[in-house]
């Protein structure tokens, strides 16, 4: 089990991020279009999970925004953003914002939550996803992970990027 912190409560979340150099966890989630990505979509390309709360939350937002950003001069990399929102959801504010680079996705009903260890199992925002980073390189090897200290803060881009290698 691992913590962050919210308005200055200690949050716990359900487990620990995957190990670094141990192999991603299966996953399954479901994209804004309903579609199905897993580990069969990332296979091959080196990967950065972006993990946030909600989509509809400033900080979370913008992690988005960033990772897009990133994405777009990353070669072989795919960015997976993951929270439990609605795909609806994420398809509106993807749409609205002009998001394309990355792939956005809802953990609402699966186990990526558990299995990646950053479900919060205590305070307000129990049950939605703990803001973190999970970078693996093309054979799904695990180079960095970052669970953020506070969730109003956003994660450390730069060493996710240079996590890559």
Known sequence: MAQTEHNGEVIHTAGNLPTVGGQLPDFNLDAADLSQVGNQTVAGSRVIFNIFPSIDTGVCAMSVRKFNELAASLPNTKVVCVSKDLPFAL?????????????TTSAFRSSFGEDFGVTMIDGPLRGLLARSIVVADEQGKVSHTELVAKISSEPDYDAAVAALG
């Open 91 to 103: 398809g509106r504010f993807c749409g609205a914002e002009g998001i394309e680079n990355v792939i």
